[in-house]
T-cell receptor
Framework: DQQVKQNSPSLSVQEGRISILNCDYT??????FLWYKKYPAEGPTFLIS?????DKNEDGRFTVFLNKSAKHLSLHIVPSQPGDSAVYFC????????????FGTGTSLTVIP | DAGVIQSPRHEVTEMGQEVTLRCKPI?????LFWYRQTMMRGLELLIY????????DSGMPEDRFSAKMPNASFSTLKIQPSEPRDSAVYFC????????????FGQGTRLTVV
């Protein structure tokens, strides 16, 4: 059973515009959320994270928003750049699960120059 | 540190053969994970070790799959016998202990079973 869901397999955005990637989760015990970025033929790399005590975390062009009541988080990239074209994975962890991370199915972002 | 190192990068094998994937985690990391990437399930956790002990292997799809971590610097994932539906990219990741940590991934092994 998929506890972390990314319902949009793909997204295309014009360069310079905002990219919004969405993620939903079902387990209310999750308290830490991460976004990973993956280029072809490479392993996923950590991008940004947020703890459940916050509702927003910003790092340069990347901002993650968390809505605990809706069990929803989103990643905003602004402005989007062609180099941002990659697959983005949402992940979550819970205190009871140790360091175990639960990943979504990924969203493939294409930024059109 | 060189990061998480996986070998081989690519493996092509015939159905029924044994396949062994290898992983060297980042030194000092206590947790090690094996993931399989598929279109349908994304990054699917197969097994999770902490301090070389398997903590959760509920994601291992069948008895054909087995994983070991004989010491803190090495782990293997074995498939015997392999089947075409095992074709996927397999990732190893490691993370340090502590709250709110992240997992560091290797570059993956692309397995093709023909």
């Amino acid at each position: 059973d998929q506890q972390v869901k990314q319902n949009s397999p793909s997204l295309s955005v014009q360069e310079g515009r905002i990219s919004i990637l969405n993620c939903d989760y079902t387990n209310s015990m999750f308290d830490y959320f991460l976004w990973y970025k993956k280029y072809p033929a490479e392993g996923p790399t950590f991008l940004i994270s947020i703890s459940s005590i916050k509702d927003k975390n910003e790092d340069g062009r990347f901002t993650v928003f968390l809505n605990k009541s809706a069990k929803h988080l989103s990643l905003h990239i602004v402005p989007s750049q062609p180099g941002d074209s990659a697959v983005y994975f949402c992940a979550a962890s819970a205190p009871y699960a140790g360091n175990q991370f639960y990943f979504g199915t990924g969203t493939s972002l294409t930024v059109i120059p | 540190d060189a990061g998480v190192i996986q070998s081989p990068r690519h493996e092509v094998t015939e159905m029924g053969q044994e396949v062994t994937l290898r992983c060297k985690p980042i030194s000092g990391h206590n947790s090690l994970f094996w993931y399989r990437q598929t279109m349908m399930r994304g990054l699917e956790l197969l097994i999770y070790f902490n301090n070389n002990v398997p903590i959760d292997d509920s994601g291992m799809p069948e008895d054909r799959f087995s994983a070991k971590m004989p010491n803190a610097s090495f782990s293997t994932l074995k498939i015997q016998p392999s089947e075409p539906r095992d074709s996927a990219v397999y990732f190893c990741a490691s993370s340090p202990d502590g709250e709110n940590t992240e997992a560091f991934f290797g570059q993956g092994t692309r397995l093709t079973v023909v």
